[in-house]
């Protein structure tokens, strides 16, 4: 097969690319269960002369059947000739298979990237070129950007700034206001506990009479305790009196004293 295959090739009228996609297209599983006369039709449609048909057919996995047609392949080339005569030459193009979902999808998806592409490219170019040429307003720099991103970065320090301050007056003041009303409050607890210790002090002032009388108390001696003093105070005179009389005997025998010594004088001590 490949031996006539390159007999067939070596004829300068025979196209080695168009046969090549024909057998391709033979060779497919889909185009092997469509009729013979349709596959023809259609490599004619496509430039093929009946030659390069013959020999796509003899080279492509088609089984050969029994009512095969024979084609006269000099009205094939007379009919061939009058076309190419009449028409442009015809343009090869690599054979196309039969378009599936997937490929369908792909195409699809593909074509809308690419017009989003444009769109973004379109987009920025008017807002960058176009609408500044028309408007006559200039694109600023990235330092002019940096600049105003800064300014409005101290203002809003600044800000932040007075709002603490605020902040931290109005937390002095409170701590103010609660300590007030803590001294306030102290003051109130301290005179209620005085009022209620007047009170309790008043109540008991005013019902003093209210306690038992206290009993009569006499001043007077009784009897028995001034029968004890009497007894006593007799035996302390018969005491005294004894002892007055032992002292005068002691007296009147008891031996004279010795002389008392000399007094020193004040020199002599000196």
């Known amino acids: 097969m490949a031996e006539k295959a390159d007999e067939n090739f070596s004829s300068p009228e025979i196209r080695q690319s168009l046969v090549n996609t024909a057998i ?37 996995k088609v089984p050969p059947k029994e009512n095969y047609r024979v084609y006269d392949i000099e009205a094939q080339n007379f009919t061939q000739e009058r076309r190419l005569a009449t028409l442009p030459a015809p343009i090869s193009l690599p054979f196309q298979s039969p378009r599936t979902l997937w490929t369908v999808v792909r195409d699809s998806f593909n074509m809308f990237i690419y017009i989003t592409g444009i769109a973004l490219v379109i987009n920025y170019m ?3 070129y176009i609408m500044p040429f028309l408007t006559g307003k200039r694109t600023k720099t990235k330092e002019e950007i940096l600049l105003e991103v800064q300014a409005s970065v101290t203002e809003v320090l600044k800000h932040l700034e007075s709002t603490l301050e605020k902040i931290n007056n109005n937390i002095l003041l409170q701590n103010e206001k609660v300590s007030e009303t803590s001294m306030k409050n102290l003051g109130l607890s301290q005179m209620e506990e005085i009022k209620s210790e007047l009170g309790t002090l008043k109540s008991l002032l005013i019902n003093r009479n209210s306690f038992p009388a206290a009993p009569a108390i006499s001043y007077s001696i009784p009897e028995w305790q001034k029968r004890a003093k009497e007894s006593k105070d007799s035996k302390e005179i018969d005491i005294k009196e004894v002892c007055s009389t032992e002292e005068n005997e002691t007296t009147n025998t008891s031996p004279p004293s010795p002389p008392p010594p000399p007094s020193e004088t004040p020199e002599s001590t000196s």
Not at 28 to 45: A, S
């Open 24 to 60: 391709d297209f033979l060779n497919m599983e889909k185009i092997l269960v469509q009729p013979e006369e349709k596959k023809r039709q259609f490599l004619i449609k496509k430039g093929l002369t009946s030659e390069e048909i013959e020999i796509a057919f003899k080279n492509s």
């Open 126 to 128: 008017y807002q960058n």
